[in-house]
Nanobody, 124 residues
Framework: QVQLVESGGGLVQAGGSLSLSCAASGRTFSNHNMGWFRQAPGKEREFVAAIRWSGGTTYYADSVKGRFTISRDNAKNTVYLQMNSLKPEDTAVYYC?????????????????WGQGTQVTVSS
């Protein structure tokens, strides 16, 4: 059974940093694209960042570009999201996601596996 477990969320002041981790189990995702999404209260879930299975290509939402960095450690079956210069509008539940099909081109949508989410709250 595939499981994605996020950790690292919490409360931080504006301008601060947080680092999220997503540990995958049940199968190896070293050949699968992975991404981060977020959902703020009353809003739809939105794309944040994605990283290709090889780690060589990354995509970011315009709202986080230059502040967030996605990375992965295939040996640990883990993907990370380093978040710097956080803003109150970054407050949301952050979800890790994995593409079910290996070796696909990197995308900002259609991820089949999802974690339960971790809350990130940025105070002003």
């Amino acid at each position: 059974q595939v499981q994605l477990v996020e950790s690292g969320g919490g409360l931080v002041q504006a301008g601060g940093s947080l680092s999220l981790s997503c540990a995958a189990s049940g199968r190896t995702f070293s050949n699968h694209n992975m991404g981060w999404f977020r959902q703020a209260p009353g809003k739809e879930r939105e794309f944040v960042a994605a990283i290709r299975w090889s780690g060589g290509t990354t995509y970011y939402a315009d709202s986080v570009k230059g502040r967030f960095t996605i990375s992965r450690d295939n040996a640990k079956n883990t993907v990370y999201l380093q978040m710097n210069s956080l803003k109150p509008e970054d407050t949301a539940v952050y979800y890790c996601a994995a593409d079910k099909t290996p070796f696909r081109p990197l995308r900002r949508y259609d991820y089949e596996y999802w974690g339960q989410g971790t809350q990130v709250t940025v105070s002003s």
